[in-house]
């Protein structure tokens, strides 16, 4: 009877991490390409946030929640996402929503796609009068140009990954509602088709 907590647990652990590898879809490869769906993307996206950034020594933290992703016509990502300022140690007060434009880059050592050059497009307040007054602007770009430098919107499989560690990255971009990193060789040859997955 003792033993049936600890094989909940075990059962309980093993239906997790299924969950957590069924849950980041295989990219799709086609020639030198390697491409990412905007649903996976913002899968991606959903689990990593919020994310809180602190500014003054802790006095000020911006915490950005609620991502949302569009993959317009183009070569750059359109992100939307909530803001939240706390002062002192407070409460986070909602400050309204903002909206990016970026392009974009793949990092071999992240094996993900990071946003490249991101700047904000739009601000829209969560009370009427509010704005985006220069001091909360400059926070802001600081925890983008953070966020883009360190972590990735979208990671691909390690095991993935580990096959593709040795090309050199020719391109990042959006196209076609997909995210598309261009290696200097064929990929078909590199992944196993039981790789992916398909």
Do not use: W
């Not at 300022?85 to 990092?107: F, M, N, Q």
């Not at 071999?108 to 985006?132: E, I, K, M, W, Y």
Request: charged residues 15%; proline residues 6%; glycine residues 10%.
């Amino acid at each position: 009877m003792k033993l049936r907590p600890a094989f909940a647990r075990l059962a309980a652990c093993t239906v997790l991490i299924a969950a957590a590898v069924g849950a980041q879809a295989a990219p799709s490869i086609s020639g030198r390409n390697l491409s990412v769906g905007a649903a996976d993307v913002q899968e991606y996206l959903d689990g990593s946030f919020p994310r809180t950034q602190n500014a003054l020594g802790g006095l000020i933290a911006m915490t950005m929640s609620h991502p949302t992703l569009t993959l317009p016509q183009g070569n750059r990502l359109d992100l939307g996402m909530d803001v939240a300022v706390a002062t002192a140690g407070g409460a986070p007060a909602p400050l309204g929503k903002v909206k990016l434009s970026s392009g974009l880059r793949y990092d071999a050592q992240t094996q993900g796609f990071h946003l490249d050059q991101p700047s904000v497009d739009d601000f829209t307040p969560a009370n009427n009068g509010a704005r985006l007054d220069s001091r909360t602007r400059e926070l802001l770009n600081v925890f983008l140009t953070d966020y883009a430098r360190r972590e990735p919107i979208y990671k691909i499989d390690p095991t993935v990954g580990a096959l593709l560690g040795a090309l050199q990255v020719q391109s990042a971009q959006v196209q076609n509602g997909r995210l598309v990193v261009t290696f200097n060789q064929d990929l078909g040859a590199m992944v196993p088709a039981g790789v992916l997955g398909k």
